[in-house]
């Protein structure tokens, strides 16, 4: 274990010094591009204006033959680019690929200062997080790199759901943990082939009536996902770090990723991946407060006064739990605000 007192000291000589918090920054989605397509590529400084954060995706989908190309196309497509208040960020290759060394060597040296955060996948313990801790130190001592790279997990197995309070708890350049549910419903053998979402299948039945066991009795779907997120999010936010959704991969169906992200967003979660340019509008709407909300938390804390005691405001009770909750959802409300000139005079904070 870790002297407590060394956990924010550099890894390596010349490193930049760890971050004591997680700065909270705008990030409702997480915007994939393939940096070895030419055309996908040529759409990101156009794509970085729309998006809260953008990022070159270097590993599953991407093709064997191009591993190389996606690396050194998103170095050019960095070092070109202007990203302004938008993040940057990459999936390098998982930890046990033959890529990922080159991957972290390569970007680090080449595009450090110009990178936020790293997403690692398929993060299974605390290990994997102190391996990577280590090299980005090495990697940005090196590259003279000024300001320490975050690292973001990928929760895609049941070891890595069974540690992932330990993986959330492992850095102080942990920034948080995406749901990957296709590969962690892989892992588990949960019989779904879909990439997130809900299954039919996946259901409680109303009582029967009478005798007849098959009539009127109406079905409502389940979520699969319920418990893994509503885990994942204890874990960030026990650590202070920020849980999101990850994919959804039915396209087409925009109402029920609607769903999938509103879900994920009311437990807790502050954005969502983005696989299309059609997802970025849906994450946009879901993980920005509505205006009836933030005028009715509004509301609430200017009643509380010093948060202490109970009012009632329409017939309901407030207290200082709900005035807590309150807060958070103002917090958010600046946060975008400041970043969104719509919802700044939306929310009219």
């Not at 299954?199 to 066991?213: A, I, K, N, S, W």
């Amino acid at each position: 274990m870790r002297n407590p007192r060394a956990f924010l000291r550099p890894l390596a000589v010349g490193a930049p010094a760890p971050l004591s918090e997680v700065p909270f920054r705008p990030s409702r989605m997480i915007h994939f591009f393939d940096p070895s397509n030419e055309k996908m590529a040529a759409k990101v400084p156009d794509i970085a204006k729309k998006v809260d954060i953008i990022l070159g995706n270097l590993e599953d989908a991407i093709k064997t033959e191009k591993k190389e190309a996606a690396r050194q196309g998103l170095v050019d497509i960095a070092k070109a680019t202007d990203f302004g208040d938008t993040q940057l960020w990459v999936r390098v290759n998982s930890l046990d690929s033959p890529w990922v060394l080159d991957d972290l060597t390569t970007l680090v040296t080449e595009i450090g200062d110009k990178l936020d955060v790293i997403m690692v996948p398929k993060v299974e313990g605390a290990q994997d997080i102190h391996y990577v801790d280590r090299l980005l130190a090495q990697l940005e001592a090196k590259g003279n790199v000024q300001k320490p790279l975050l690292v973001h997990a990928i929760l895609e197995t049941a070891l890595g759901m069974t540690n992932v309070e330990e993986i959330a708890a492992a850095s102080p350049r942990m920034q948080g943990i995406s749901l990957g549910p296709a590969d962690l419903a892989a892992s588990r053998r949960m019989k779904t082939t879909r990439v997130g979402g809900g299954h039919p299948g996946y259901l409680v039945r109303q009582d029967p009536t009478g005798e007849d066991l098959t009539e009127g009795r109406t079905t409502y779907q389940q979520d699969l996902w319920h418990y893994t997120i509503a885990r994942m999010v204890d874990a960030c936010a026990a650590n202070d770090i920020l849980p999101f959704y990850g994919p959804f991969g039915d396209i087409k169906d925009v109402v029920a990723c609607e769903d999938q992200f509103r879900n994920a967003f009311l437990l807790g979660c502050v954005g969502a991946w983005s696989l299309h340019p059609v997802q970025i509008d849906i994450a946009k709407k879901v993980f920005s407060p509505s205006a009836e909300d933030v005028a009715h938390a509004k509301e609430v804390v200017e009643a509380m006064g010093d948060g202490s005691g109970a009012v009632m405001i329409n017939g309901k009770m407030e207290d200082d739990a709900s005035c807590k909750q309150c807060l958070v959802m103002l917090d958010l409300a600046r946060e975008l605000a400041e970043r969104d000139p719509e919802l700044r005079e939306l929310y009219a904070l």
